[in-house]
């Protein structure tokens, strides 16, 4: 089964960055999309980020990002130590939440869908807090 682990939340002030990390345990055949999603207090879950990994395929690498955190905001992955990142730089109050690794999808339809479908994921972290004061 595959397991993510979050890691790399924090408190910061406006204008500040953190680095997020989730290792992966493993890699399956549903290995298409893997990301980012946030949920703040009272609100529904929200895509963040996605990356496209499935080996071989013309779209590997390719990457998506809600409009808000677009220049702000990078995905990435390290294939030799299974670990996705998303690195964060000029955080807003805004972006507080509970962010969450996410990944596991059939692959169907595009990045953007699925940043707005996060059912579609089959496994999830336990989520990192990322708090950011004005």
């Known amino acids: 089964q595959v397991q993510l682990v979050e890691s790399g939340g924090g408190s910061v002030q406006a204008g500040g960055s953190l680095r997020l990390s989730c290792v992966v345990s493993?890699?399956?055949?549903?290995?298409?999309?893997i990301g980012w999603f946030r949920q703040a207090a009272g609100q529904d879950r929200e895509g963040v980020a996605l990356?496209?990994?499935?080996?071989?395929?013309?779209?590997?690498?390719?990457?998506y990002y809600a409009d808000s955190v677009k220049g702000r905001f990078t995905i990435s992955q390290d294939n030799a130590k299974n670990t996705l990142y998303l690195q964060m730089i000029n955080l807003q109050p805004e972006d507080t939440a509970m962010y969450y690794c996410?990944?596991?999808?059939?692959?169907?339809?595009?990045?953007?869908?699925?940043?707005?479908?996060?059912?579609?994921?089959?496994?999830w972290g336990r989520g990192t807090q990322v708090t950011v004061s004005s």
């Open positions: 493993k890699y399956t055949a549903n290995r298409n999309y």
């Open positions: 996410a990944a596991e999808t059939p692959g169907t339809y595009g990045g953007d869908w699925y940043l707005r479908h996060p059912g579609e994921f089959r496994r």
């Open positions: 990356i496209y990994i499935r080996p071989g395929s013309s779209y590997y690498g390719n990457t």
